[in-house]
């Protein structure tokens, strides 16, 4: 279980997949992606949003690097829309949002902000703020009107959801479970949720995402031979 | 929209930046930079940097959540990773802008298009190419998403994305004003799989001057 407010990171390896489930409903998992082998090479939002016309995702899309490659692919979800545009809370946002507290007087249960959550993590990898760039929020919807506003649909997830994310290579996963930085709750409430992995078989010919489009396709190819 | 006057007598820069080619200068906080969409339809792909320390710079995603809407328009401040407004976007003459598309790369050509265009030149390159000439630690991850100032990209009701022409067109232009000392790096796009930039990539002209001195 990763705890409400908490940070999680694993090396997914490449035929393995990452199940990450709603455990009480309305979760919300910040997430960053990057190559294991090589972590100059990680999640590109619009390069993920481009080649498959989108601007949320759910089962049959993939999350591509900004070298063309699958890094993982959405192989399962109940939920039905993930939001990629709206990034995370840093502690300014948070306290403002909140209000403070701290350690000292709230021990564990002390406000935490996806941010610092995430730069702390990387650090362990020796990565930092330069390879923070987007973030994906899964269980969570940020819809666009047709003057562009964004906004928070909620409820969303529900009790028992879940996504499944197959590692197409090595993939540094890191999960934050703080809530949502549109969530309009005047209350700091993050969940928890369940995170388990297996694996699974590689993608065959017929694979779900991989013939989703075409764009898919060529990046399961572009994949298949950095293994080469 | 609105139109502002140039105050020529404190011009610093006046550049033309030919298609396919990058460009990468410090403006001073207080300055204004105007970039001109000279012949329209063109695609200028820029990334801002705290110019005192590189860690923090442009996010599209805190610039979009911070406005709650994803286009750029005058009003719009451009958000840094740190929280910090880097510049604020004060005329506009094209009326939307794009951050969710991000910069061209050799190897999105291949995946968007086909797996023989990865020899085609890209924004990406170009980028890359402008942060190892202007060093100071500079390099490829520190490219990360970018404004494409002049395009349209509009999200539907139902989460697609989708490409539009027709929101610029010729001497159009966006005018920013820097609200602390920023690098700016820009690639004029030199795409040539879509119609960003018409199938004719064209310069553009970036002009940067000191707002506050007098004539």
């Given at each position: ?18 199940w990450?489930?709603?455990i ?13 082998d090589n972590?100059?090479?990680?999640y590109?939002?619009?390069?993920t949003?481009?080649a498959?016309h989108?601007?949320?995702l759910t089962?049959?899309?993939v ?12 192989t399962?979800?109940t939920?039905?829309w993930?939001?990629?545009l709206?990034?995370?809370a840093?502690?300014a ?9 701290r ?15 995430l730069?702390?993590e990387l650090?362990?990898y020796?990565?930092?703020?330069r ?5 994906v929020n899964?269980f969570?919807k940020?819809?666009v ?15 028992g959801?879940y ?6 290579m ?8 703080c809530q ?9 409430a ?8 297996r ?10 995402c991989?013939i ?8 399961f ?7 080469m | ?16 930046i ?8 410090e403006i001073?906080?207080g300055?204004?930079?105007?970039i001109?969409?000279v ?6 792909d ?8 590189y860690?923090d710079?442009y996010?599209?995603?805190?610039t979009?959540?911070?406005q709650?809407?994803i ?9 840094s990773?740190?929280g ?6 004060v005329n506009?003459t094209?009326?939307r802008?794009?951050?969710?598309g991000?910069?061209c ?24 190419k402008?942060?190892?000439a202007?060093?100071r ?5 520190d ?8 395009m349209?990209?509009p ?10 022409d027709?929101?610029?067109g010729?001497g159009?232009?966006v ?6 000392d920023?690098l700016v790096?820009?690639s004029?796009?030199p795409?040539l ?9 064209t ?13």
């Open positions: 279980m990763i705890e409400p407010g908490a940070t999680w990171s694993h090396i997914l390896k490449r035929g393995t997949a990452l990450i489930t709603d009480e409903g309305g979760a919300n998992v910040g997430a960053i992606f990057y190559n294991a972590p100059t090479e990680r590109n939002m619009p390069d949003l481009k498959q989108t601007a949320h089962q049959g899309n999350l591509y690097s900004d070298m063309g490659r699958i890094l993982c692919s959405i399962a979800d939920v039905g993930h939001d990629p709206s990034g995370s840093n502690e946002l948070v306290t403002a949002k909140y209000g403070e507290a350690y000292q007087a709230h021990r564990n249960a002390c406000h935490k902000n996806a941010c610092d959550g730069l702390i650090a362990k020796g990565l930092g703020a390879d923070l760039a987007a973030t899964f969570s940020v819809v009107d047709g003057s562009g506003d964004m906004r928070f649909a909620s409820p969303h997830s529900r009790r959801d996504v499944e994310l197959r590692a197409e090595n993939v540094l996963v890191i999960l934050n479970t949502h930085p549109m969530d309009p709750s005047r209350q700091y993050p969940k928890p949720v369940h995170v388990a992995i694996q699974v078989a590689a993608p065959g010919p017929a694979d779900p991989r989703s489009r075409p764009e898919n396709e060529r990046g190819v572009l994949t298949e031979r950095y293994f | 929209m609105k139109e502002s006057l140039l105050d020529k007598a404190a011009l610093e820069f006046d550049t033309l030919p298609a396919g080619e990058p460009w990468i200068c001073r906080k300055h204004h930079l105007r001109i969409d012949e329209g339809n063109q695609a200028a820029t990334l801002f940097y705290n110019a005192a320390d860690e710079r996010s599209a995603q805190d979009i959540r911070a709650a809407n286009y750029l328009t005058t009003g719009t401040k451009l958000m990773s740190r910090n407004v880097l510049l604020t976007i506009d094209c009326g802008h794009d951050t969710l991000g910069a790369a050799t190897e999105s050509n291949m995946v968007r298009y086909a797996l023989d265009k990865r020899h085609m030149h890209a924004c990406r390159q170009s980028f890359v402008a942060a190892l202007w060093g630690g500079l390099e490829k991850r490219i990360t998403h970018n404004i494409n100032f002049f349209n990209v999200v539907t009701a139902d989460g697609g994305l989708t490409f539009e027709g929101v610029s010729p159009k232009y005018e920013l004003r820097a609200e602390m920023v790096l820009i004029n796009c795409q799989n879509n119609p960003c930039n018409a199938y004719n990539p310069p553009i002209r970036a002009v940067v001057w000191n707002f506050g001195v007098a004539v």
